[in-house]
Nanobody, 128 residues
């Protein structure tokens, strides 16, 4: 069964850093472009970043540009989201999602409609 598992969330203070992980269980992550999304209470899900299967191409939302970095280690079957200079408005449940693609240079748009498979999410809470 294809499964994405997010981890690394927690409670931090404003200005701190966290690194989220998205692990693939039961399949090979290299076949999937990956996106990170987040959903704050009472708000719609928002795209954060995406990365191509081999990692050279990425997209980053303006709201996190310069603070968040997406990367992947296909040997470890894991995609990461490094989050620096966290702000209270970054508080949300963070999800990773995958789109199967044979194009290693394609980083999908950060639009939830193009992703086929989703994890259960990990909570990030940033206190002021």
């Amino acid at each position: 069964q294809l499964q994405f598992v997010e981890s690394g969330g927690g409670l931090v203070q404003s200005g701190d850093s966290l690194r989220l992980s998205c692990a693939a269980r039961g399949f090979t992550l290299v076949d999937y472009a990956i996106g990170w999304f987040r959903q704050a209470p009472g708000k719609e899900r928002e795209g954060v970043s995406s990365i191509s299967t081999r990692g050279p191409q990425t997209n980053v939302a303006d709201s996190v540009k310069g603070r968040f970095t997406i990367s992947r280690d296909n040997a470890k079957n894991t995609v990461y989201l490094q989050m620096n200079s966290l702000k209270p408005e970054d508080t949300a449940v963070y999800y990773c999602a995958g789109q199967k693609t044979g194009n290693s240079w394609y980083a999908p748009p950060i639009d939830e409609r193009v992703y086929e498979h989703w994890g259960q999410g990990t909570q990030v809470t940033v206190s002021s």
